[in-house]
């Protein structure tokens, strides 16, 4: 096996995935020149990294590029289907955003991977690993580096055009993983944590302090007792624009469904054919043709156990001679008739068998054999196994009777294995495993038949009639609506269901549950807010949409942050009226307990409060407390009002706790530097992102 067979075999995408990095990673010719990934001059581009469009043609050849290499990994007959196809167009976006932002940073700071360092990949002493995996004996465990040397000798001076292709792509692969690997290791030595920032570490989780308070929580006062006209809302929004602003694109869709169900015609038609086909499937002479002219599934070739078949026809595949047609048999949806057409006998046999676990208590299994014993007894004595086990059963098979159903030979623990090998079908015992104690009974005779069906499957589909019907529906709604006004009338007219999409992103692929869906959501971005949509097909629905919120990145949105605004503007308004309570008790008290008396509340003992953690007990967490609390350095005095996140606080920080003196710090800074390394690399890419200024906008041609 040639070492890009071996490649192709191991490595899945390796050859156009980084090693698990961010994103695909295949470098064309296109990096030779000047132009980069770039499509030049393009008057629509599908996004902007660093300042350069990224056209639509040229990512469109990416495209193209990477999906023949897709398939050469999938091989020659392999179906790439719209998942494939989609995720190939994510990857190579990724690909096109790394290549613009990191190949500058490469050159910036001086990244090279050697051809030397490149040969220590493949024969050196610091064999890669995807080059490790390929050559390693699946039953030794080693790695033989001659058949590595043995095959890259053999492409480079035998091996065609194609070849010498892949393993440059794999050679490729390599260096732009060196490359990233470098540039992360570099960056993970600029990251450090110093003993001071150990030493705060070990301090905010070890000093503490006691504090009394008196807490004036804001859901003392109900939210009904504060207005919050429309107006008010709006205006409090906009003092705080930054606090509501969206963090990404999005937009909001109600939108109704139209389904084209099968009718009772439909059924009828489904039944008809099937019934003929009886007759015509049992005569033909080659099922493989016959299953995969006339079936919705191709014919199987394989024989497979009893176990693998639908338990209602399992019994007569099984029992029945080849040729014999079963069926028909409705279920989920569809009509399905089957023809025995081969058997073959297994190398191992087919067992079935149900029964009653009792786990051992406190060790005593002479006592749980006496009980199982006494059941069985019972069963011998007529009571119903199914019952018995319902009763008495410890395990997860307790609430079907106790049945196992198939398994094969080996697949049970030994001693129950051995015990249903060496009997009978109605076979029943008593005996002891790893697991407990056991009534076991034999339902089956064991067997080591496989049996080949041919199956002629016929799903019930809604016919071009109902099809149109439902269309036509959904047309005539549309029509009618010209404003989200309407588009509720009608909803509540003709009774139908309105469904809600809340958040539909750029590059979503469903909307509110409902997949394939990318047309609707592409329509969504290109529509204004209070439109109406066309009639969209997505499989067996039609769908009329209205677009009813935009949100765009940066700004706020008033009717998306409209809860979060009224809760933070009555807690604002609650905060007022608990401050003025607050300073009223304050005037003339001598102590804490006065102004709870006052207040009417109790004094809360707070005791050893750490700055690590945020949460106050009995209160809840509130960083704006907690951070008050370790900025003040008086004890003995009475505080506030201090408006807090859950409360309005008075209180006397009563002692002070000081961290106990250390001197190594070693293990803060390790912690410190390992969450730090943890997060290097996502954050160094989404940080270069944001200064590159990547704008994505696949969303209007995808």
């Known amino acids: 096996m040639s070492i890009l067979e071996k490649i192709r075999n191991r490595s899945g995408l390796a050859i156009v995935v980084i090693g698990g990095a961010l994103a695909l990673f295949v470098i064309s010719d296109a990096l030779q020149s000047n132009s980069r990934i770039f499509g030049g001059s393009q008057s629509t581009s599908v996004g902007v990294i660093d300042g350069e469009e990224v056209g639509v043609k040229a990512f469109e050849a990416k495209v193209v590029q990477n999906t023949e290499a897709t398939r050469q990994q999938m091989g020659p007959d392999a179906a790439m289907d719209q998942n494939t196809i989609d995720m190939v167009r994510e990857q190579t976006w990724s690909q096109m955003v790394m290549e613009g932002i990191m190949e500058g940073e490469y050159e910036n700071l001086g990244i090279k991977v050697t051809n030397e360092e490149l040969t220590d990949m493949f024969v050196g002493d610091n064999i890669h690993p995807q080059v490790k995996q390929s050559f390693t004996n699946p039953q030794t465990g080693i790695f033989d580096k001659s058949m590595v040397v043995s095959n890259l000798k053999q492409i480079n001076e035998k091996g065609d055009a194609d070849a010498k292709k892949r393993l440059h792509d794999f050679e490729t692969y390599l260096l732009q993983d060196g490359l990233t690997k470098k540039y992360y290791a570099l960056i993970r030595k600029g990251v450090y944590a110093t003993s001071l920032e150990a030493k705060a570490l070990y301090t905010n989780r070890s000093k503490t302090v006691d504090v009394d308070a008196v807490a004036l929580n804001y859901f003392s006062i109900a939210d009904s007792s504060i207005a919050a006209e429309e107006s008010d809302l709006k205006a409090y929004m906009n003092k705080n624009t930054k606090k509501y602003a969206e963090k990404e694109n999005s937009r909001k869709l109600d939108f109704v469904m139209f389904d084209a169900v099968a009718s009772s015609s439909d059924t009828a038609a489904a039944e008809k054919w099937v019934v003929d ?136 623990v030994k001693e129950f294995n051995d015990a249903v090998l060496a009997g009978k079908k109605g076979d029943m015992r008593v005996l002891k495993t790893q697991f407990g104690v056991h009534i076991l009974k034999i339902t089956e005779d064991k067997s080591k038949k496989l049996v080949c069906a041919g199956v002629l499957s016929r799903s019930i589909q809604p016919s071009e009639s109902t099809t149109s019907t439902a269309y036509n529906a959904a047309s005539q709604f549309a029509a009618n609506c010209s404003d989200v006004e309407a588009f509720d009338k009608l909803i509540t007219d003709q009774k139908l269901i309105k469904r809600t999409a809340e958040f539909v992103r750029e590059n979503d692929k469903q909307v509110g549950g409902v997949m394939e869906a990318r047309e609707v959501v592409r329509w969504a971005f290109n529509a204004k807010k209070g439109d109406v949509s066309e009639v969209f097909s997505v499989n067996d629905k039609f769908i009329v949409a209205v677009l009813t919120a935009v949100r765009e990145k940066g700004k706020a949105d008033f009717e998306t942050a409209k809860a979060r605004v009224e809760a933070d503007y009555r807690k604002e308004k609650k905060a007022e009226q608990l401050l003025e309570k607050a300073n009223s008790a304050l005037a003339g008290a001598n102590n804490i307990q006065d102004i709870a008396a006052k207040l009417q509340l109790s004094v809360t003992p707070i005791t050893g409060q750490s700055f690590d953690n945020s949460n106050i007990a009995y209160i809840g967490p509130d960083n704006i407390m907690v951070g008050t609390l370790f900025g003040a350095k008086a004890t003995g005095k009475i505080t506030g009002p201090l408006k807090g996140d859950n409360a309005v606080y008075i209180y006397a920080i009563n002692k002070v706790n000081e961290a106990p003196a250390i001197n190594d710090f070693s293990v803060y800074k390790n912690e410190m530097q390992t969450q730090l390394s943890q997060r290097i690399e996502y954050g160094t890419f989404e940080t270069l992102k944001e200064l590159k200024k990547v704008e994505d906008n696949r969303y209007k041609f995808y």
Do not use: C
Not at 383 to 393: I, L
């Open 277 to 412: 086909q009886l007759a015509q499937f049992s005569l033909a002479t080659n099922d493989t043709l016959y299953v995969d002219a006339n079936s919705d599934v191709k014919f199987d070739p394989t024989a497979k156990s009893r176990s693998a078949y639908p338990e209602e026809i399992a019994g007569r595949l099984f029992r029945d001679s080849v040729g014999a047609i079963i069926g028909p048999i409705f279920s989920e949806g569809k009509y399905n008739i089957y023809k025995i057409v081969g058997t073959k006998q297994d190398t191992v046999f087919q067992m079935r068998a149900s029964h009653i676990l009792f786990k051992t208590e406190n060790g005593d299994t002479a006592a749980t054999i006496k009980k199982a014993n006494e059941v069985m007894a019972q069963i011998k004595g007529g009571a119903d196994f199914g019952a018995m086990a319902a009763q008495y059963g410890t395990d997860g098979t307790a609430q079907r009777g106790g049945d196992l159903g198939w398994f094969s030979e080996g697949q049970m």
